[in-house]
């Protein structure tokens, strides 16, 4: 069964800061890995999507990679601003016949003014 | 603007009370889903459809009924809610999986459903 992880679930960092956000999974025959933000009360917003066949997706100062054989996803926030401030979420769709995505539990972003 | 709607969006209702949270979407997209979100649980899928007329069972399916007689709409329905029913409840769609369409997801934005 896939599992999903993000570490750290919180993460606290001044504006300006570049960072970076984790997610692992533990069965590398992906169809695909997609990136989601959060706000509080507010459904899911996608951010970028990377197929299987791919290293690594840009959206702005976004960037997502992806490393199937070790497992890892990695989305790269260059020059944070409190707007960012939201938890955000990876999920993998398998490949295969079940195609349903798994999701991460989230790491709550708060970049500080 | 395209997308997927929800309602209601906030609902309390009595333990054993029948209720349907409603989802249609305008991307004409195949694929229609419903999670529930729990503190510390995180996402997890109910029910999905592939493509109307056809359902199938996510990792938490019981307690719930979903229908797609058509395209656009995917009701879930709790027939006799208890309170560990008590989450947020996300609709969700995606283009049928091709070489040419990814199967990015789109979500609705929420029904929080009390229990009591």
């Known amino acids: 069964k896939q599992e999903v992880t993000q570490i750290p679930a919180a993460l606290s960092v001044p504006e300006g800061e570049n960072l970076v956000l984790n997610c692992s999974f533990t069965d590398s025959a992906i169809y695909n890995l997609q990136w989601f933000r959060q706000d509080p009360g507010k459904g899911l917003t996608s951010l970028l999507l990377?197929?299987?066949?791919?290293r690594e997706q840009t959206s702005g100062r976004l960037n997502a990679s992806l490393d199937k054989s070790s497992g890892r996803s990695t989305l790269y926030i260059a020059a944070s601003q409190p707007g960012d401030s939201a938890t955000y979420l990876c999920a993998v769709r398998p490949s295969g016949s079940a195609r349903q995505l798994t999701f991460g539990s989230g790491t709550q972003l708060t970049v500080l003014p | 603007i395209a997308g997927i709607t929800q309602a209601p969006t906030s609902q309390i209702l009595a333990a054993g009370r029948r209720m349907t949270l409603r989802c249609t979407q305008d991307m004409r997209h195949n694929a229609m889903y419903w999670y529930r979100q729990d503190l510390g649980l995180g996402l997890r899928l109910i029910h999905y459809?592939?493509?109307?007329?056809?359902?199938g069972k996510g990792e938490v399916p019981d307690g719930y009924s979903v229908s797609r007689a058509n395209t656009d709409d995917f009701p879930l329905t709790l027939a006799s809610a208890v309170p560990s029913q008590t989450s947020v409840y996300f609709c969700?769609?995606?283009?049928?999986?091709?070489?040419?369409?990814?199967?990015?997801?789109?979500f609705g934005e929420g029904s929080r459903l009390t229990v009591l």
């Open positions: 459809s592939n493509t109307a007329g056809t359902t």
């Open positions: 969700a769609s995606s283009e049928r999986l091709s070489l040419e369409r990814t199967g990015e997801l789109f």
């Open positions: 990377i197929q299987s066949s791919q």
